[in-house]
């Protein structure tokens, strides 16, 4: 949206603007800008903590070398991150799209159903879902979840084995069962999205169409879909990030452990060289899909 | 009918217009067959059960005895005997820590009303000026901000403990208030809404009425960002309601109910039921906020998206 410049209120603006805008400019670079430079200065370096003061030794390329060559899991651990996300992705996107589509329409307790979408987003953070998860993941499908207590209880392979199933197809189903919960638990804020790029779509649109004669299969396809394909690249974007960051992620929380036990300058440097790798390859996702699929739609 | 009078008035809230436009297309899109329907229904069944049953399970967990949550196949719903025990043995729990559990909890909301008021209040603030002012160097600003939606908190762990340590302040209260001070989620959300909802033209008209600056953000600015601003108290008080802060804080008497459960939690297979209980504990606080400023959430949360 664009903004009209009035002199009168711009002139009034400026002078209580930065009032108003100084606490929040103090806590970003206090708590965000100084942070993320000194943790650049950290991918170069050796850090120890004495007693009394903080020791930064400059060493060159060294951890990232040895994040690269000499770290037995990175390696490992970003191929598992990729893989997740190769299916996890896809699956979210779909799903909130058709949730989204779903609430987005009258039905009888529609309120009840947007509450419950809106719910998982609340619970859905910090200690309290890792807990609820690793139960629940213990509880019904077992698999893909860290040690948990419930998992020391339950043995949920026994309970596919005594359902009869070979263990071949037992294990399939713990990691399909596993993958439906993070997609659900992880799909509440696209599907707010996509409700928020549904409602914007004006109606003519759709009135055209279905004077036009068009399917509901062609409507989607060439009214909805198009429509909304810059929220697709705004929940694309947030889908992302999210999954590469939360602490479920192998290297987030490989790096998680490594700081805990002091050893900060690797794990920044392996933190720093997963992003770097995750840019790269979001960026190689993203080129092609912007011009050969957003261009086409506008 | 309804919206075109609607229309014709010169100033309206957007929000009307989404409610009448929300009615008009819920009428227009709900035209399916009967496959569509018993297609979407069962769709959303499953979801509504993946999403409920953890939280059922987690409840009922909590009123039973230990023996019963054991039981294989586990039972979902039904408690044969329920009990009190695993809530009423919590302060037994923590009572080698010296520390009563009435502190942890009051510790807890302390910390949480303190910081999600400030927290909203500076965000929105500033959130204001980047909108509506034209202050030189709003643009990098904005850019930074985009820039930390991406970030992960980890990296930024050791660096924040050395600017906390340079202040002196580790191991005190501000630990867990200052850094929301730099939560760029709230500033990004609040902007946006203001971006689409707050005319030009109204604030010219308040000014040319007389109305200061102060006077501007309060009387104007602040109702009509009401449903944003309970988003972000939702959103606020969920993220510092379970945020542990990693290294900052080492007396006892100044944790909070999080890393209590962490300590619970590890307690092992005797302690689960007690596990659960603090579980449900947890919980409570973040879904009575959003029970009380439901209305208006889903509205901000959807207002965000449609601008880049």
Redesign the interface.
């Given at each position: 949206?664009k903004?009209?410049?009035?002199a009168?209120?711009?002139r009034?603006?400026?002078?209580?603007?930065?009032m108003?805008?100084t606490?929040?400019?103090?806590?970003?670079i206090?708590?965000?800008?100084?942070?993320?430079i000194?943790?650049v200065q950290?991918m170069f370096s050796r850090?120890r903590f004495e007693p009394g003061n903080?020791v930064i030794t400059w060493t060159g390329l060294k951890n990232i070398k040895y994040v690269l060559f000499e770290d037995p899991h990175f390696i490992n651990n970003v191929v598992k991150g990729f893989s997740t996300f190769a299916y996890s992705f896809p699956l979210i996107l779909v799903?909130s799209l058709?949730?989204a589509i779903?609430l987005?329409?009258?039905?009888k307790g529609r309120v009840l159903?947007?509450?419950?979408?809106?719910?998982?987003v609340?619970?859905a953070?910090?200690?309290?879902i890792e807990?609820?998860?690793k139960?629940?993941g213990a509880?019904?499908t077992g698999a893909g979840v860290e040690t948990s207590?419930?998992e020391?209880?339950?043995?949920v392979e026994?309970?596919l084995t005594?359902l009869g199933l070979p263990t071949q197809i037992s294990k399939y189903f713990q990691v399909v069962l596993s993958s439906?919960?993070t997609v659900?638990?992880n799909s509440g804020?696209q599907t707010?999205?996509f409700?928020?790029?549904l409602?914007?779509i004006p109606?003519q649109m759709?009135e055209v169409s279905k004077v036009e004669g068009a399917t509901?299969w062609e409507e989607f396809w060439f009214v909805t879909f198009p429509m909304l394909s810059?929220?697709l690249v705004?929940v694309s974007?947030f889908t992302v990030?999210e999954l590469f960051?939360s602490k479920t992620d192998r290297v987030?929380s490989s790096?998680?452990t490594m700081?805990q036990s002091q050893n900060?300058h690797e794990?920044?440097a392996m933190?720093?060289v997963y992003f770097l790798i995750l840019g790269i390859v979001i960026a190689l996702i993203y080129i092609p899909f912007n011009k050969y699929c957003l261009k086409r739609w506008e | 009918m309804k919206s075109l009078l609607k229309r014709k008035k010169f100033f309206f809230r957007k929000s009307d217009k989404?409610k009448v436009?929300?009615?008009?297309?819920?009428?227009?899109?709900?035209t399916?067959s009967k496959v569509g329907n018993v297609f979407?229904f069962l769709?959303?069944g499953a979801?509504?059960l993946?999403?409920?049953?953890?939280?059922i399970?987690?409840v009922t967990?909590s009123f039973k005895p230990l023996d019963e949550?054991?039981i294989?196949?586990?039972r979902?719903v039904v408690v044969v005997r329920p009990t009190f025990e695993n809530y009423l043995s919590l302060p037994n729990l923590l009572s080698n820590l010296k520390i009563p559990l009435s502190r942890y909890v009051s510790n807890s909301l302390f910390v949480s009303i303190i910081t999600t008021a400030l927290y909203v209040f500076?965000?929105t603030?500033?959130a204001?000026?980047?909108a509506?002012?034209?202050?030189k160097g709003?643009k990098t600003?904005f850019m930074?901000?985009q820039f930390?939606?991406?970030?992960?908190s980890?990296?930024?762990?050791?660096?924040?403990y050395?600017?906390f340590s340079n202040l002196k302040m580790i191991d005190t209260y501000w630990v867990y208030i200052?850094?929301?001070?730099?939560s760029?989620m709230g500033?990004f959300l609040m902007k946006q809404y203001i971006?689409?909802y707050v005319p030009?033209a109204l604030?010219?008209a308040a000014?040319i009425d007389g109305a200061?600056?102060?006077r501007i953000?309060f009387k104007i600015i602040i109702p009509i960002v009401k449903p944003c601003l309970l988003t972000l108290t939702?959103f606020g008080f969920?993220?510092v309601?379970?945020?542990?802060p990693?290294g900052t804080i080492f007396s006892e008497q100044l944790k909070t109910l999080?890393q209590v459960?962490?300590q619970i939690?590890s307690g092992?297979?005797a302690?689960?039921g007690s596990?659960?209980a603090v579980?449900v504990i947890?919980?409570i606080p973040?879904?009575l906020v959003?029970i009380i400023s439901?209305s208006n959430?889903?509205e901000a949360?959807?207002?965000?998206?449609?601008?880049?």
């Open positions: 949206m903004k009209k410049k009035h009168g209120v711009e009034l603006k400026s002078r209580y603007g930065l108003f805008v606490p929040f400019i103090i806590g970003l206090l708590f965000f800008v100084f942070p993320l000194s943790s950290y850090i903080t799903v058709v949730m779903i987005v329409q009258d039905f159903f947007r509450g419950i979408s809106f719910m998982t609340i619970i953070s910090g200690v309290v807990y609820v998860l139960y629940q509880d019904i207590i419930m020391d209880m339950i043995d026994s309970i005594v439906i919960m659900i638990w804020i707010l999205l409700i928020s790029g409602q914007a109606d759709y509901k810059k929220i705004l974007a990030v960051t987030v790096a998680y700081m900060y794990s920044t933190l720093w | 989404v436009q929300r009615e008009a297309s819920a009428v227009k899109r709900y399916r979407y769709f959303l979801f509504g993946f999403s409920v049953l953890p939280l399970y987690c967990s949550i054991m294989f196949p586990p979902l500076i965000s603030m500033a204001f000026v980047l509506k002012g034209n202050l709003s600003v930074i901000i930390a939606l991406l970030y992960t980890y990296t930024l762990a050791v660096p924040q050395l600017v200052l850094p929301y001070l730099a760029t500033v971006d689409g030009n604030m010219e000014e200061g600056y102060f953000f939702l969920r993220d309601w379970s945020a542990v990693q999080p459960m962490a939690t092992g297979i302690r689960s596990a659960m579980t947890m919980m973040p879904i959003y439901q959430v889903v949360m959807s207002s965000a998206g449609i601008k880049e």
